[in-house]
């Protein structure tokens, strides 16, 4: 059963993303921020496979970039940290949707994920202007920040709920990061030195 979660897990958290899209269906009357977190939870489906299948490779591009070789198991079983955070940031605002807290997590989320991958265009050195799942991530943030432009306008949050918001998603976000890097055998802390250095040798290669 393990086996077959970690050779499945992103597809296993289409399928429950894609139940959770059914289910909201049938229910009717969602309020606004429900109505946000559904059309959240759509974009994080077609972003995971964007990301990692059509045309994938975004796990290539972190691997390259610690310079560490990460087997096509490892490549799959780490949707399944991803996969907990992502159904973790979308039931949480959906269920509490009364609580603006969530729904600045999840929006936060959605807009850090448009800014990495523009960012990623110059950390990786790529030449064309496209990290994979830059598409969907941009559309996450054009959400994002629709979201907490709404919740701003309607007077929603207050500034202890967007603080509060911002932190937890940094803290979940972290959970999710140190397992990941866990499940590729490096410890947490030694990250930004890694990454550091492969960036500094970038510099020198392109000086040369």
């Not at 059509?54 to 399944?80: H, M, Q």
């Not at 598409?135 to 920040?145: D, F, P, R, S």
């Not at 890097?181 to 500094?200: A, E, H």
């Amino acid at each position: 059963m393990g086996k077959f979660i970690k050779r499945y897990a992103l597809e296993i958290y289409t399928v429950l993303a894609m139940m959770f899209m059914v289910v909201t269906a049938f229910m009717g009357n969602l309020s606004t921020i429900q109505r946000f977190v559904v059309v959240l939870n759509f974009l994080f489906i077609l972003h995971e496979w964007e990301e990692g299948v059509y045309p994938g490779g975004f796990v290539d591009l972190i691997s390259s970039l610690i310079d560490k070789d990460v087997s096509a198991e490892t490549k799959k079983a780490s949707r399944i940290p991803t996969g907990v955070l992502l159904i973790t940031l979308t039931l949480l605002p959906f269920i509490f949707d009364k609580t603006p807290l969530f729904a600045v997590s999840i929006a936060v989320f959605a807009c850090m994920e448009g800014f990495v991958h523009i960012m990623g265009i110059k950390i990786f050195g790529l030449k064309k202007k496209y990290t994979p799942g830059m598409v969907t991530a941009e559309l996450e943030a054009v959400v994002g920040i629709a979201l907490i432009v709404y919740l701003a306008v309607n007077h929603l949050a207050a500034w202890y709920d967007y603080v509060g918001g911002f932190f937890l998603f940094i803290a979940l976000f972290a959970c999710m990061q140190k397992t990941l890097t866990m499940m590729v055998g490096i410890r947490y802390r030694d990250m930004p030195k890694l990454i550091r250095k492969q960036l500094q040798q970038r510099r020198r290669e392109k000086a040369v």
